[in-house]
């Protein structure tokens, strides 16, 4: 049973590039969470995928967008990158036919920007 | 706004021994779910534990236990008999129930556990 996994691992950019991030939900599991976590902090909740669509977004500007395909799997979009927005970035699963189940983590993205 | 608090930055215990990890939150639902994530040094976020607000009895996963006190908004994780490999950064995390689909998850900043041999 394939988990949550997250491409790539690492990534460097400079100020002002745009990056993408990439998750596959853990099989069976149709909703994806994006989360960012800055060093010492807990995880942030940027926003969450369902059916294509975007269901919730978190305190984060329209810099961060996303998108989900027809297998479910997700990208993360940052445009115009800070400084401030070097952190792991986790992607999450969940099944929305079971609303409260728990959502499951991948091994996250860690970015840097210069 | 829910909000999640862990008080304790650092936390240390000797293996074999007993350590209670401490966790608020600030709510105004009456139903909602409440976890404990743990991520080691590898960084995959993993879940621990989970309580649902409704239900009176406290979580058990092995080696550990919830104590899940309602009134006063409160969440605390015991872990048992520690072993080196508990050593991680755990996260209590809220969750607000949904009428469709998964909520977002709303973290504290985390308490950092050192488990010495």
């Known amino acids: 049973d394939a988990g949550v996994t997250q491409s790539p691992t690492h990534l460097i950019k400079t100020r002002g590039q745009q990056v993408t991030l990439r998750c596959s939900p853990k099989s069976g599991h149709d909703t994806v969470s994006w989360y960012q976590q800055a060093l010492g902090q807990g995880p942030q909740f940027i926003f969450q995928?369902?059916?294509?669509?975007?269901?919730q977004r978190g305190n984060f500007p329209d810099r961060f967008s996303g998108h989900q395909f027809p297998n479910y799997s997700s990208e993360l979009n940052v445009n115009a990158l800070l400084l401030g927005d070097s952190a792991l970035y986790l992607c999450?699963?969940?099944?929305?036919?079971?609303?409260?189940?728990?959502?499951?983590f991948g091994p996250g993205t860690r970015l840097l920007v210069l | 706004a829910q909000t999640v608090t862990q008080s304790q930055p650092e936390m240390s215990v000797q293996e074999a021994e007993t350590v209670t990890l401490s966790c608020t939150y600030d709510t105004s639902e009456n139903n909602y779910y409440l976890f404990w994530y743990k991520q080691p040094p590898s960084r995959q976020m993993i879940l621990v534990i989970r309580q649902e607000a409704y239900k009176q009895q406290n979580a058990t996963e092995n080696r550990f236990s919830v104590n899940f006190q309602k009134a006063a908004k409160s969440f605390s994780l015991k872990i048992s008999d520690s072993q080196l490999g508990d050593t991680a950064m755990y996260f209590c995390?809220?969750?607000?129930?949904?009428?469709?689909?998964?909520?977002?998850?709303?973290f504290g900043k985390g308490t950092k556990l050192t488990v010495n041999p």
């Open positions: 995928y369902y059916e294509e669509e975007e269901r």
């Open positions: 999450a699963s969940s099944l929305v036919h079971r609303a409260q189940e728990t959502q499951y």
């Open positions: 995390a809220f969750m607000k129930p949904s009428q469709g689909g998964s909520e977002k998850l709303v």
